[in-house]
C-alpha cells in the first residue's frame, strides 16, 4: 500500500512538472506567434508603403515631364509673339545715323 501511495505522489509530482512545462512552452508559443504576426504585418505596411511611394514617384515623373513641355511651349509662342511684328526689309541700306532718333 505505502508502495502505492508513492508511485501515485511521484505521478503527481510528475503531472505537476508536466503542467508548468505545457505552460511555459504555451507561453513561448505565443511570444513566437505574436512576434511573427507583428513581422507580418510590419512588412506587409512596409510593401504597401514602398507601392505607394513609387506610384507617387512615376505620377510626380509624369508631372515633371508635362510641365517641362508646357513651359517649352510657352516660351516658344511668346517668341513667336514677340516675332511677329518684326518686319524684315531686304536690299535697302541701313541707316549711318548714331542714335536712334537720326536713324
Do not use: P, W
Not at 513667336?80 to 524684315?88: E, F, P, Q, T, W
Amino acid at each position: 500500500m505505502q508502495k502505492v501511495s508513492q508511485e501515485v505522489r511521484e505521478m503527481r509530482e510528475d503531472m505537476k512538472m508536466m503542467k508548468e512545462t505545457a505552460k511555459e512552452t504555451e507561453v513561448k508559443l505565443d511570444t513566437a506567434i505574436e512576434a511573427k504576426l507583428i513581422d507580418t504585418v510590419g512588412s506587409a505596411v512596409k510593401a504597401q508603403v514602398d507601392d505607394h511611394f513609387q506610384a507617387m514617384n512615376s505620377q510626380l515623373s509624369s508631372v515633371n515631364t508635362t510641365l517641362d513641355q508646357v513651359r517649352s511651349r510657352a516660351i516658344e509662342k511668346r517668341d513667336r509673339k514677340n516675332r511677329a511684328a518684326n518686319v524684315i526689309l531686304y536690299n535697302i541700306e541701313e541707316a549711318s545715323g548714331n542714335s536712334r532718333e537720326d536713324r
